[in-house]
């Protein structure tokens, strides 16, 4: 079984429209045309779909990601985005499962705020869905990261009790890794289970840094692949030959 996780697209008010210089539409359309051959049975999209979110902006994602595959999507919302027009536009489904896996979606976001947050009520409830999931193996999709990241301006906005959320998680051992999106990088851990980020398909924020700077390394996404036994198979790929056309003097998004 094969999940392809896309996240951070960051889609614009109009198709023709940029965002640091990078026309965020084409990024995404480029990412998808480079996993064609991935042939997923879920696409996941692990939050800020948006950097404009309106009801058509993702009418327009859903219709980019249909036209490139057959199968569920699975759609969380980040910091960038807004419930009601996500709901609106058919995009908030919050669980798949594929052969003996289940895939869940938690919401770590709060409308018009950066910050990663995931409440008592939430972690009560995670927990309640734990208990009554009947798969053997589950994988978890956020947008925020439950740790540190060794970037501190990214580390401001990580979820404000992960390490309660990553206790809760491991305490099924059926979980088999938490993944997430916000931090338009590559990163990896382990913490009793993996916790992993993709990068963003469209431009990438730098590492180790303590102030908002932008990379130039180029969109990507992640391709993870469940076994039966359990075992998570996980590989980032990148655009090799995207021109991304980054404005560095607007370095704010």
Request: contains cysteine; glycine residues 6%.
């Amino acid at each position: 079984m094969v999940i392809l996780q896309i996240t951070d697209t960051h889609l614009q008010r109009t198709a023709d429209s940029e965002l640091l210089g990078v026309n965020t539409d084409n990024s995404l359309k480029a990412v998808l045309a480079h996993a064609a051959s991935v042939n997923p049975d879920v696409v996941v999209a692990s939050g800020d779909i948006a950097q404009y979110p309106a009801f058509e902006v993702y009418q327009r994602f859903k219709q980019l990601v249909d036209d490139a595959f057959d199968c569920p999507l699975l759609c969380i919302p980040g910091n960038h985005d807004l419930d009601q027009p996500m709901i609106r536009a058919g995009l908030v489904h919050r669980r798949a499962t594929v052969g003996n896996w289940a895939l869940l979606g938690i919401d770590t976001h709060i409308d018009n705020e950066t910050s990663g947050m995931f409440s008592e009520a939430q972690l009560s409830d995670l927990k309640v869905q734990l208990d009554s999931e009947n798969a053997a193996y589950i994988l978890v999709f956020g947008h925020h990261s439950p740790l540190d990241v060794s970037c501190l301006w990214l580390d401001r906005h990580r979820i404000d009790n992960g390490a309660l959320l990553l206790e809760t998680l491991q305490g099924d051992s059926r979980v088999r890794a938490y993944l997430f999106g916000h931090v338009h990088q590559e990163v990896e851990f382990s913490r009793g289970l993996d916790v992993m980020s993709s990068p963003s398909t469209c431009f990438q924020f730098a590492r180790h840094e303590e102030e908002f700077t932008v990379s130039a390394e180029m969109p990507g996404y992640r391709v993870i692949r469940l076994r039966a036994d359990g075992r998570v198979e996980s590989k980032v790929f990148r655009l090799l030959d995207y021109e991304l056309s980054l404005d560095l003097s607007q370095l704010e998004y």
